[in-house]
Structure formats: structure tokens, C-alpha cells
């Protein structure tokens, strides 16, 4: 019997990746994924039983790769302004690399209906819980305190989403500073 190779499996993840972002669920086909990564279609069929456990082993990969490098770029940082930074950066750099993520998740939130949750829906509690904890740590310090710590973590976030999908690349290297400053100081100032 064939030991299974990691490297085999981020292939099929990779073209996976692109093709149900790039598709509707109904039209990716196995036989599409297997050549775009370059392995025979059994091959798939040995790392995933079925098109929906591919789906879902490439949603929680990503919900894995994204929540870990959160989680350790935040813990690296001291002040609460600086692991909000951190939040920014990593999320930033993470959606570039996979540049079709996003969609997929898009996609994903589309296929659901309202009495299922989405295989991407914990990773969005689990970020905007991450970001919560990053304001009660601010209050904690008394940097600065958040009057709605949910309602300020989606508005985050959502200005984040938006970046990500309508934000002009490369990217400035001081987009993240800036982003948070904008966050907690406001965007205004006078004429």
C-alpha cells in the first residue's frame, strides 16, 4: 500500500483551491483537479473520499493556516494597537498568497442555506472572538477601551474584507498602521 505524500496532497489542495473558486461546486470535476495538479484522478481519491470531503479538507486547511498564523503573530505582540497590526498584516498576506481563498469563501457563504452554517462560519467566530480578546487585553492595559467590542470587531473586519477584495495591489507597506490607526483614531481630520 502507498504511503500518502504531503506534498501530493497541498497539490490537489492548491488546484482545488482554484477550481472551486473559479467555478460552480457542480462543474469542478475531479478529472480537472487531477491534472491541474498533476496526479491521476484515483490519486485524489486515496487523500479524499469525494468532492464534498475535498471541499471541506480545503475550507479547514485554510481555516487552520489562517487562525494559526493569527494567533501567533497577535501573541508575538505586547500593545493591543500593535497585535491589531499584527491581525491586519497577517490576514492581509494570507488572502494574497492564496489569492483565490476569498472567492472561495464567497462561494461557500453562497451555497448555504439559512438553516446551515457554512464550513467557513467558525473561522468567523473564532477571528472576530480573537479580535475581542485583543480589545478586553487594551482595556486590560488601559490603552484604549472599545464601547461595542462586537459591533467595533465587525466593523474591523469588514473594512478588512473590503481591502482585501477592492483594495489596490501591491499593497502600501504601512496599510496595516495606517488601517488600525484609521480604526481607533478615525479616518476625519479637519480641512
Known amino acids: 500500500?502507498?504511503?500518502?505524500?504531503?506534498?501530493?496532497?497541498?497539490?490537489?489542495l492548491l488546484a482545488a483551491e482554484v477550481s472551486f473558486a473559479t467555478k460552480r461546486f457542480h462543474e469542478v470535476r475531479m478529472e480537472d483537479i487531477a491534472l491541474a495538479a498533476q496526479v491521476g484522478k484515483g490519486t485524489i481519491y486515496r487523500y479524499f473520499s469525494d468532492k464534498e470531503a475535498l471541499y471541506d479538507a480545503l475550507l479547514k486547511e485554510a481555516s487552520h493556516e489562517l487562525l494559526g498564523r493569527l494567533e501567533d503573530s497577535i501573541g508575538k505582540q505586547h500593545s493591543a494597537k500593535n497585535k491589531l497590526v499584527a491581525l491586519v498584516s497577517t490576514s492581509l498576506e494570507v488572502?494574497?498568497?492564496?489569492?483565490?481563498?476569498?472567492d472561495l469563501i464567497l462561494h461557500t457563504e453562497a451555497l448555504r442555506t439559512m438553516s446551515?452554517?457554512?464550513?467557513?462560519?467558525?473561522?468567523?467566530?473564532?477571528v472576530i472572538e480573537l479580535v475581542q480578546k485583543v480589545f478586553s487585553h487594551a482595556c486590560a492595559c488601559q490603552e484604549f477601551a472599545i464601547k461595542d467590542p462586537l459591533h467595533a470587531s465587525l466593523q474591523l473586519l469588514g473594512g478588512l474584507r473590503a481591502v482585501i477584495r477592492f483594495g489596490k495591489?501591491?499593497?502600501?507597506?504601512?496599510?496595516?498602521?495606517?488601517?488600525?490607526?484609521?480604526f481607533l483614531d478615525g479616518s476625519a481630520k479637519k480641512c
Open 169 to 182: 495591489k501591491p499593497r502600501p507597506v504601512d496599510l496595516p498602521q495606517n488601517m488600525v490607526s484609521d
Open 116 to 126: 446551515n452554517e457554512f464550513p467557513w462560519q467558525e473561522t468567523r467566530f473564532q
Open 95 to 102: 488572502f494574497d498568497k492564496r489569492p483565490h481563498l476569498f
Open 1 to 12: 500500500m502507498r504511503t500518502k505524500s504531503p506534498d501530493i496532497c497541498s497539490r490537489i
